[in-house]
């Protein structure tokens, strides 16, 4: 696995020492071992076997901390002997869409922004439209094309496995099955309504945050910015709902809201490192 990746999955930011890591690493399989997800035992299984690699790259490169070079090299030996930094590592270790992986990629990923942007339009801003006319056609088409590109990035992805026809695959299938959930009426509403009101507010404020990445046009001027800031909120009302429902349809819905939260952070992240373009 990518170290870049690695660190992303135990959301680290800098070296840490090795006991650090494996108390990260038991509370990862704490909260996403099969056993302890058994209505999602596929997206269990994936998910732990990356967080097994990551232990294992990140495990691998802590025990080998960069050397310090008393005096600055030669040019002979700069050439012959380069030496990798952290952060150089972190910048080469994904590798840059080949031209013809671009001229496959974004035609696909761009048909699902583009269903993406007309259904916050047409569903989640609106979603009276939804049974009018011409509108609820608008909203239909919108999700056909998200589930068309969503189809063909996971074919794409098996295919390359590069990092951003993964991400774009990972996020593209967890959009639309957000999308597929809705707003489900939950039972014994009145006992977990703290809960559910909170989950429901982080869901709504999490795809203004996706609208203001994407779609920066939509947002009124007096607005850019709010939305991403509070991104991070977002994600802590998940985890609380993750933790407080142990099974059910409402452990299905947090579980769907984090892996979804992941898969745009690796999007962001790719963005950010002058992969992915968006």
């Given at each position: 696995?990518?170290?870049?990746?690695?660190?992303?999955?135990?959301?680290?930011?800098?070296?840490?020492?090795?006991?650090?890591?494996?108390?990260?690493?038991?509370?990862?399989?704490?909260?996403?071992?099969p056993d302890?997800?058994?209505?999602?035992?596929?997206?269990?299984?994936?998910?732990?076997?990356?967080?097994?690699?990551?232990?294992?790259?990140?495990?691998?490169?802590?025990?080998?901390?960069?050397?310090?070079?008393?005096?600055?090299?030669?040019?002979?030996?700069?050439?012959?002997?380069?030496?990798?930094?952290?952060?150089?590592?972190?910048?080469?270790?994904?590798?840059?869409?080949?031209?013809?992986?671009?001229?496959?990629?974004?035609?696909?990923?761009?048909?699902?922004?583009?269903?993406?942007?007309?259904?916050?339009?047409?569903?989640?801003?609106?979603?009276?439209?939804?049974?009018?006319?011409?509108?609820?056609?608008?909203?239909?088409?919108?999700?056909?094309?998200?589930?068309?590109?969503?189809?063909?990035?996971?074919?794409?992805?098996?295919?390359?496995?590069?990092?951003?026809?993964?991400?774009?695959?990972?996020?593209?299938?967890?959009?639309?099955?957000?999308?597929?959930?809705?707003?489900?009426?939950?039972?014994?509403?009145?006992?977990?309504?703290?809960?559910?009101?909170?989950?429901?507010?982080?869901?709504?404020?999490?795809?203004?945050?996706?609208?203001?990445?994407?779609?920066?046009?939509?947002?009124?001027k007096h607005?850019?910015?709010?939305?991403?800031?509070?991104?991070?909120?977002?994600?802590?009302?998940?985890?609380?709902?993750?933790?407080?429902?142990?099974?059910?349809?409402?452990?299905?819905?947090?579980?769907?809201m984090t892996?979804?939260?992941?898969?745009?952070?690796?999007?962001?992240?790719?963005?950010?490192?002058?992969?992915?373009?968006?």
């Open positions: 696995m990518e170290l870049r990746r690695a660190l992303t999955i135990f959301r680290l930011q800098k070296r840490i020492p090795i006991e650090s890591l494996n108390s990260i690493f038991r509370e990862l399989v704490k909260k996403y071992h302890k997800v058994r209505e999602h035992p596929g997206w269990a299984h994936e998910r732990m076997s990356e967080i097994n690699d990551a232990y294992e790259t990140l495990a691998e490169w802590l025990s080998h901390p960069p050397e310090e070079k008393k005096t600055a090299p030669t040019v002979k030996e700069a050439r012959e002997n380069p030496v990798r930094t952290d952060e150089e590592l972190f910048r080469r270790e994904t590798p840059a869409v080949s031209s013809v992986d671009r001229n496959i990629f974004y035609p696909v990923f761009n048909s699902f922004l583009n269903g993406l942007g007309v259904y916050y339009q047409y569903g989640l801003d609106n979603p009276a439209y939804r049974a009018e006319g011409v509108r609820r056609f608008r909203y239909r088409e919108a999700f056909r094309t998200i589930q068309k590109a969503r189809d063909k990035l996971e074919v794409y992805s098996k295919m390359k496995r590069h990092p951003v026809f993964l991400a774009a695959s990972r996020f593209s299938r967890l959009t639309a099955a957000e999308i597929e959930l809705g707003e489900p009426e939950y039972k014994e509403r009145m006992k977990y309504r703290k809960f559910d009101d909170r989950f429901r507010l982080a869901r709504r404020s999490f795809d203004d945050a996706i609208k203001e990445i994407f779609f920066p046009e939509l947002i009124p607005l850019t910015g709010r939305a991403v800031s509070g991104i991070y909120a977002c994600y802590t009302s998940f985890v609380l709902y993750l933790t407080v429902f142990t099974e059910g349809e409402r452990r299905n819905a947090a579980i769907l892996a979804r939260y992941d898969a745009l952070m690796d999007l962001l992240e790719l963005r950010n490192n002058g992969i992915l373009e968006f």
